[in-house]
Structure formats: structure tokens, C-alpha cells
């Protein structure tokens, strides 16, 4: 039987129990940094309760992990240790997270060509949590790799898609956070009934058909959530504005030079915001930010195809570079002047960007003698068969002086209807 410590209250999942394991993690300084981290960076601009942070969303994706292993038919098939190694390694899933979250890894992959999940490794095992890992009984790389869905276990694959899958408890956790922090709620989503449906089929993670309803809520309520929120066209501005004044203070400031975990922590929304203001290649796009003088929208357009082409063309450096020069030369501005955005495009990563890809959901049927037919979402759900094509978002951005030029100029040259023919904030 697992002890607990105590508790925590959460604003959304209530009281979440921690064990002395988890108390020692929680209370390191890897982790107690992740308070220093806003979730959604840029979003507090659009929704003023935007404010939570990295660190109560690693609390609750531990405490689903915990409802994960109560699940009637997972419990059979983890141990008590098992069960601690994987609400551990979700503890820990977001701590590599840079200043701004998604916003910071613009840099990692430019200037370093890693992830916030290789971070993520590096500070898990080369960090005080090492030693707490160590110290309480579990191998550091093994919580490591858990901690970003590549553990591997033999004929245990689905230990990882717990924490990294179509449904995993990372996204069970935000789409109810989120929703509930910026107030954009879009539907409700039973996210116990999926975790109390979940089971393994062969040695993967599988939902039983009976939460199809459920399952129908949870890809409504992201595709709802990644329009409204995470690719807000004002949320989006503030977040190319923050990885803008990041890559020009980059050489100065030397945001990417960090030889161990402990310089790189240093790094937190607050330390990088002051520094960035105090630094002169990026201190008028902080003052704008400041005063909320965001990058104007002149042209968003939204594609609905079944076919990856226009996903891909837009994603390309040359084509985008492209398209921006003609609208330049057209509205005459300089090209520095235009920003082209499309939430799959590297250059400001957002990763609820998968949503944009067709995703089989694996589902099954169990029959009266147990045994567990798989299914394809897409042929028994009407509403996942409608939303799997490839949707993408394109949008131009300039400042407040040539909004009206480039707008005209985007409309002539992409076609479709211009953002500034719309209501906007």
C-alpha cells in the first residue's frame, strides 16, 4: 500500500497526495523553479488569469498518473515501484522547460539543435535530482527517459505512453487547466471517465469505445483550445515578439551558453524578462510588450485540406521568405517589417501543433468473454472522421503603422479575407 506525506490543494483537481519520494522532488531546485515558468507564455495578454505556471501543471500530471494506476486494468500490470518510477518521471516531465516554455525553445533548436525533453534528460541526470533519485531506491536515466516517453520497457510500451501518446495525461492535464485558468472553457471534459476507460491492448495504451463520447469532447475541446488559446492571434503576437527580442539579445546576453544544469536554471521568465530589458537589442520590443504595443495581424486565413501540401509549403524557409518579400514590395515596407506565421513553422515551435495532424486514437470493443476488438476511431466516430484532415493557421503580422498597407498588400497577393476586415482587440 503506497504512504503519503501529505497533500496539496489544487484549483483543479482538488487534493493531490504526495509521497516523502515525491516531497523530496518537489521540494528540489529543479523543480521549485518550474514556478518561475508560466504555462502559457504570451496568453496572460489575451486571458488576464493566464498566469499559472509549469510547476502546479507537473503537480497534476503526477496526480493523474496516480488515477492512471488505479485503473482497474493497468493495476494488475504495474507494482508499487513501477507506480512510483511513473508518477516521478511525470513529476519531473516539463523540468527542462526554458524561460516562456515553448517561446525559448526557438533558441535551443537554432543555436543548439535540442529540445526542452533533451534538457529535460540532461538536468534529470546531472542535477541534485540524480542524488534524490539515487538516494530513495530508482535509476536516475531511467526516470529520465520515462520523464519524456522513451523508457522502452520490454512488452510495457504503454508506461510511456502514459506520459507521451495521443491521449496522455500531459494533454488530460492542460486541456482542463488551461481551459480553466484562461476561462475559454470549450465543452466539458470528462477526463476521469477516459482515465477509467483506459487498457492495454497487446502492450499499448487503447481506450474502450464505451468513452467515445468522452474521447469526442477531449479532441473538441484541443482543436477549441489551440484556436482560442494557444494559437490566439494576440497570444501568438506576444510570443514572436518574446523570441524575437531573445534571438537579438542572444549574442549579448548569451541566453544559450550554459555549460551545466545549474547555469541553465538560472533561466526563468523573470531573470530573462529583466535582463532583456536592460539589453539594447531587445529593450523597445520589451517596452512595447510592457505596454502592450503588440504586433498587429493583418491577414489571418485559416486551411482546411486533407492533403499535407499546403502544411508543407508553408513550413518552408525559402517559400515563406518568399510570399513576405511580394507583400513587402507591395505594400512598400521593408521586409523586416513582416512576420509570417504558421504554428507548425520551427522558428517559434509550438508543440500542441500535433493537433494539425491526422491522429488514430487507438480505441477498442471489448466483447462479452473479454476479449478486446481494436477499432478505427475514424470509422465509428463521424465527428473524429471529420476533424482528422490537416488544418493550418496563416497569418501575417506587422506593426501598428503599416497595418492597413500590408493588409491590402497580404489580401492581393495570398487571397482570402484579411484580419483587419474583422472585430479585433
Known amino acids: 500500500m503506497r ?33 518561475r515558468l508560466r504555462q502559457l507564455a504570451g496568453s496572460e495578454f489575451v486571458y488576464s488569469g493566464a498566469n499559472h505556471t509549469r510547476f502546479e501543471h507537473s503537480l497534476g500530471v503526477m496526480h493523474l498518473a496516480g488515477k492512471v494506476a488505479e485503473n482497474q486494468n493497468l493495476a494488475v500490470l504495474l507494482d508499487e515501484e513501477e507506480i512510483q518510477l511513473v508518477r516521478m518521471a511525470c513529476l519531473l516531465h516539463d523540468v527542462g522547460h526554458g524561460p516562456f516554455s515553448h517561446v525559448f525553445e526557438h533558441l535551443l533548436v537554432k543555436f543548439l539543435n535540442k529540445t526542452h525533453e533533451d534538457i529535460t534528460r540532461w538536468i534529470i541526470q546531472e542535477s541534485e535530482l540524480n542524488d534524490i533519485i539515487k538516494t530513495v531506491g530508482y535509476n536516475p536515466e531511467d526516470v529520465a527517459k520515462l520523464a519524456v516517453g522513451e523508457l522502452r520497457k520490454p512488452k510495457k510500451a504503454f508506461l510511456d505512453q502514459i506520459i507521451q501518446s495521443a491521449v496522455d495525461i500531459d494533454k488530460l492535464d492542460f486541456v482542463v487547466r488551461d481551459t480553466y485558468h484562461t476561462g475559454a472553457e470549450y465543452g466539458y471534459v470528462d477526463i476521469f471517465r477516459l482515465i477509467h476507460m483506459l487498457d492495454v491492448l497487446g502492450e499499448n495504451l487503447a481506450v474502450d469505445v464505451g468513452a467515445l463520447s468522452a474521447l469526442e469532447s477531449f479532441v ?4 477549441e ?30 541566453l544559450v551558453e550554459f555549460d551545466t544544469p545549474q547555469e541553465y536554471m538560472q533561466l526563468t521568465d523573470y531573470s530573462v524578462w529583466t535582463k532583456l530589458k536592460e539589453c539594447k537589442q531587445s529593450r ?18 485559416t486551411f482546411h485540406v486533407k492533403e499535407k501540401m499546403v502544411t508543407s509549403i508553408f513550413c518552408v524557409d525559402e517559400v515563406r521568405e518568399q510570399v513576405r518579400n511580394k507583400i513587402a514590395a507591395e505594400a512598400g515596407v521593408a521586409p523586416e517589417a513582416i512576420i509570417i506565421d504558421v504554428p507548425t513553422v ?6 500542441h501543433s500535433d493537433l494539425l495532424e491526422p491522429m488514430e486514437i487507438p480505441v477498442f470493443q471489448k466483447t462479452r468473454s473479454g476479449e478486446k476488438i481494436p477499432l478505427r476511431l475514424s470509422d465509428i466516430s463521424a465527428v473524429f472522421d471529420v476533424l ?20 491590402a498588400a497580404s489580401l492581393k497577393v495570398i487571397g482570402g479575407t484579411p484580419s483587419s476586415a474583422k472585430i479585433s482587440f
Open 220 to 223: 473538441l475541446a484541443r482543436l
Open 3 to 35: 504512504r503519503y506525506w501529505g497533500e496539496i490543494k489544487d484549483p483543479v483537481h482538488g487534493y493531490i497526495n504526495i509521497t516523502g519520494t515525491e516531497k523530496r522532488l518537489i521540494d528540489s531546485y529543479p523543480v521549485q523553479r518550474l514556478r
Open 284 to 301: 523597445e520590443i520589451m517596452d512595447n510588450l510592457e505596454r502592450r504595443k503588440l504586433l498587429k495581424c493583418a491577414y489571418d486565413r
Open 346 to 351: 520551427p522558428s517559434v515551435p509550438y508543440h
Open 388 to 407: 482528422k484532415g490537416f488544418i493550418n493557421i496563416l497569418r501575417v503580422y506587422t506593426d501598428a503603422q503599416n497595418l492597413d498597407k500590408v493588409s
Open 225 to 254: 483550445s489551440f484556436r482560442s488559446i494557444y494559437f490566439h492571434r494576440v497570444g501568438r503576437a506576444a510570443q514572436i515578439m518574446l523570441a524575437t527580442a531573445m534571438e537579438a539579445a542572444n549574442e549579448e546576453l548569451g
